[in-house]
């Protein structure tokens, strides 16, 4: 693939940029994943190279069909899960959501330090902070604390 669209690209169905740069991501872990349903590549392909926009995909018979079949095949997998493979899917799941809050704890971080270096007149050092420097208040506890 060239050219590929950007994160901002995507804001017209995101929330927020967090949620378009987990799009963009997902569309593009889909677009390469070897295993993915030809459908769905294709879209993530179509999208991701700009073609197609995200809101046009999904309002496409086509991909909303293959995203209906896989969401179906997921919520099969799901009802056959034995209590102990759902315990486990579980805390996979939520040290998931730990890494990525940890994760977007810093780049608020970056993102504070990059304001107060413009607000500086550019003068300041950057200074990358480590996620587990950031206040408890801007992030879930997490078992490294």
Avoid: C
Avoid at 11 to 17: G, N, Q, T, Y
Avoid at 26 to 45: F, I, V
Avoid at 65 to 90: F, I, N, S
Avoid at 110 to 123: F, K, N, P, T, Y
């Amino acid at each position: 693939m060239s050219k590929e669209i950007s994160d901002a690209d995507l804001m017209d169905v995101a929330d927020d940029p967090a949620q378009a740069r987990r799009l963009h991501k997902a569309l593009r872990t889909l677009a390469d994943n070897p295993n993915a349903d030809g459908t769905l590549k294709e879209m993530a392909r179509e999208v991701l190279s700009g073609r197609l926009g995200m809101r046009e995909a999904l309002g496409t018979g086509a991909y909303l069909g293959a995203l209906g079949d896989r969401m179906a095949e997921l919520k099969r997998t799901d009802e056959r899960l034995t209590p102990e493979e759902r315990a486990a899917q579980e805390e996979r799941a939520r040290r998931w959501f730990e890494q990525r809050a940890d994760e977007g704890a810093a780049e608020a971080a970056e993102a504070e330090d990059a304001r107060e270096d413009e607000a500086a007149g550019g003068h300041r050092r950057a200074v990358r902070r480590d996620p587990r420097d950031v206040p408890p208040a801007y992030r879930p506890p997490s078992s490294r604390d």
